[in-house]
């Protein structure tokens, strides 16, 4: 890295945050929810209720002994119809539990703010929250705050750059939740034993950044930093070290350079469990895109079918042609709109026909645009020539595996070449060569 | 409401939004940065220059979709990559060239160094200057006969003389060498693109700022002729503006397929242009040197390539 630059490379893209005036609206119930098992990084959940069994509000209905694993909770009360594998909107099997919705929302029994003391209770109330990662990993959060050498880690880095176009859902969250907030990461940083905080957030939030700069003006650990409003900035290597100057070497965790990454809504969901004990059971959604009729931040119980979530928001101005869950550079096209809402999931972006076409691939000209844009400096045209002809030797050597697949290369190709696309079989290739 | 699923629905990998930024969009900014050239060659050599660039383009076009039809590839004549090697490989050749030469240039550049690489991106030579040294070594004498400047419409008998650099390589009188204001503006003798070097900067300004091109070819092959010329006791800004210097750092160094992807690369690549170019104006047999110094740092680029792969997040860049 060179020594006179203190960013790493970035790009723009178009923002397009249309719904960012659009105060969180709150969904009426469905009349059923479909709560996957699959919904963090780690051991699948096994469902933890049968069929026909009564659930209340806040209700554990899927668990898993393993350690990287996170509880999964109803948001409704209602009768359990049927748990059946179901295709995911990942391309996998996931036992999915169908919920007939009995609109009582009747809480739980002993739903209580947890005993917090000490470092082992607060993690133990985060598990017990089901929060992971909301900004899109969705790798379980108490796992995250766990790493084997806390000692060594100093600061706690708060993702609020939301740097995916259209997505509003972060920022409304530090707008409207930001006492939770802040809240939230007094208590991490007290219970973690860490001495400093710093809220990143990109500059093009402005409010944002002025609001939460006001309410920590006299907290010294904490202090908020404003990021270029740039792609991907919301990366955990790049936040780190934009806002640090610290870097992750490959193959290590940020924990290992004295860091801990966790997003705003994370944050918030945790706080709101320490105070009141009502784990994640909701998620703050922006609805969006060409084929949306009206663009809204919506509160959506977990599981909430995707057509109904757009039924809310006035249903589909033209026919969806692609339907993207998360964001335009990272999210996932589904294939289905009869699938519901996870945990990791912050944005549903429906397009029309217009957008959903992809231009046709040329030949590469070697431009070198795609060298120039990646965030981890790789070399995506010449990974793309390595895995054309198969040659693993060449792609270990590229470090292809450090690729986040962040999509920066893609976007910027005068040639329409699928780079990230490439770029993630080519790390799928080298780690079947690794079993070998 | 209807639902919509499977059939109705396109699935595909992230990212779902891209670039507007098109290979012919690229062509076409490049067309455009040749415009101020191409104007001046009209005005300083008459319309014999012109003509001799349009016909260079329509060949090269011709030869491009021929070449594909024949071999049964996609036709790719609308990227506009042909029309830029054509009017690049007019503006390395003298005005007065026939028509039919230049034609066999045309062939040279789009069939043989381009399309029998495999087309646009994967020619490792430029096909306009390969196409201009083979002309030269046909073509000797046509190739460095060199009309003089005005020479208007209608004139039967063009006057010729020899280029600028021809005057200093044959140790002539300093006197005949036409002064720096002439140099810069292009009213002087030479292949009919590469005279003018305001309009040439003007062209590579555009470039810059459209971001089709980086500034580091350019600047450090000029820098470098700057630099020895200087050394050698010459003056640096009759180099720097004679012969093809800045048509060559400009809009042939810099061509994509054929210099180095880095900037670490893209610096050596500059530098080695240039001292080829200074090398062979200086102690060579030739007055000018700028193709031959492209078309050697072309053949290294790969090697160049290898050994200034950058350091990539995290430092492990080469292992």
């Known amino acids: ?436 | 409401m209807s639902r919509y699923n499977q059939g109705t629905l396109t699935v595909s990998s992230s990212p779902h939004v891209l670039d507007n930024t098109t290979t012919s969009r690229i062509m076409l900014d490049v067309i455009i940065a040749l415009v101020p050239a191409f104007i001046m060659s009209g005005v300083v050599f008459g319309s014999r220059a012109i003509l001799l660039t349009i016909t260079c383009v329509a060949s090269c076009i011709v030869f491009e979709w021929a070449f594909e039809k024949v071999t049964n590839k996609e036709n790719t004549i609308s990227d506009l990559s042909a029309v830029v090697t054509g009017v690049l490989l007019s503006f390395n050749l003298p005005s007065s060239l026939p028509y039919w030469m230049a034609v066999v240039g045309c062939f040279v550049a789009i069939a043989i160094v381009k399309q029998l690489f495999g087309g646009i991106g994967q020619n490792f030579a430029n096909p306009a200057i390969t196409a201009r040294i083979v002309l030269l070594i046909s073509f000797a004498t046509p190739m460095t006969t060199w009309p003089l400047p005005n020479q208007l419409m209608g004139a039967a008998d063009a006057v010729t003389g020899p280029t600028p650099l021809g005057i200093m390589n044959m140790g002539g009188d300093p006197a005949m060498v036409p002064s720096n204001i002439d140099m810069f503006l292009g009213f002087v003798g030479g292949s009919l693109g590469e005279t003018s070097a305001i309009a040439l900067l003007l062209g590579g300004i555009y470039l810059i700022a459209r971001k089709v091109i980086e500034p580091t070819i350019p600047v450090a092959f000029i820098g470098t002729v700057f630099v020895l010329a200087l050394l050698a006791g010459q003056d640096p800004v009759f180099h720097v503006c004679a012969g093809g210097v800045m048509l060559g750092a400009i809009f042939m160094a810099t061509d994509y397929s054929t210099s180095p992807l880095t900037t670490n690369g893209k610096i050596i690549f500059g530098i080695g242009c240039g001292v080829l170019t200074i090398i062979i104006r200086l102690f060579g047999a030739m007055p000018e040197g700028v193709s031959f110094s492209i078309l050697l740092m072309n053949i290294l680029t790969p090697h160049i390539d290898n050994l200034s792969r950058r350091k990539i997040y995290g430092g492990g860049g080469r292992k």
């Open chain 1, 1 to 436: 890295m060179s020594i006179f630059n203190k960013h790493l490379p970035a790009i723009h893209v178009e923002h397009h945050k249309n719904t960012s005036e659009c105060p969180t609206a709150k969904m009426p119930l469905p009349d059923k929810m479909y709560i996957s098992m699959v919904q963090h990084i780690g051991a699948p959940c096994q469902p933890t209720v049968a069929v026909g069994d009564l659930v209340k509000v806040g209700q554990v209905i899927g668990d898993s002994e393993a350690f990287v694993s996170a509880p999964i909770h109803s948001g409704v009360s209602g009768k359990v119809m049927s748990i059946e594998n179901t295709m995911s909107s990942v391309g996998i099997w996931d036992p999915i539990v169908t919920i007939s919705v009995d609109k009582k929302q009747e809480v739980l029994e002993g739903i209580a703010p947890p005993e917090v003391h000490d470092k082992e209770s607060f993690l133990k109330a985060v598990r017990a929250s089901g929060v992971v990662g909301l900004g899109g990993a969705a790798f379980p959060t108490h796992v995250k705050f766990n790493p084997k050498n806390l000692d060594e880690v100093d600061t706690l880095i708060i993702n609020g750059a939301e740097c995916e176009p259209y997505i509003t859902a972060d920022y409304r969250t530090m707008m409207e939740d930001s006492e939770l907030l802040i809240n939230g990461i007094r208590t991490t940083m007290k219970y973690l034993g860490l001495k400093k905080a710093i809220i990143a957030i990109e500059a093009n939030k402005e409010p944002a950044i002025k609001k939460l700069g006001d309410m920590v003006k006299d907290d010294e650990g904490i202090e908020v930093f404003s990021l270029k409003p740039m792609y991907p900035q919301g990366a955990e290597r790049v936040i780190i070290y934009e806002t640090t100057g610290r870097v992750v070497p490959p193959g290590k965790l940020p924990a290992d350079s004295g860091v801990i990454v966790s997003n705003v809504s994370s944050l918030v969901a945790i706080q709101r469990y320490m105070e009141t004990g009502m784990p994640l059971i909701s998620k703050r959604i922006t609805v969006d895109g060409t084929a949306i009729k009206t663009p809204k931040n919506v509160e959506v119980l977990i599981g909430t079918p995707i057509n109904k979530l757009v039924e809310f928001c006035d249903g589909y101005r033209r026919v969806p042609k692609k339907i993207i869950m998360g964001g335009p550079m990272m999210g996932r096209a589904i294939y289905d709109d009869g699938i519901a809402v996870i945990k990791n999931n912050n944005a549903i972006l429906a397009f029309d026909e217009e957008w959903a076409e992809f231009p046709k691939e040329t030949a590469c000209i070697n431009c070198g645009r795609c060298t120039k844009a990646c965030p981890m400096m790789l070399m995506p045209t010449t990974i793309f020539k390595a895995y054309d002809r198969r040659d693993r030797e060449a792609l270990v050597k590229l470090n292809v595996s450090l690729c986040m697949e962040c999509g920066s290369c893609s976007y910027v190709c005068p040639a329409k070449k699928q780079l990230s696309f490439m770029n993630k079989l080519a790390k799928q290739f080298v780690a079947e060569g690794g079993k070998k």
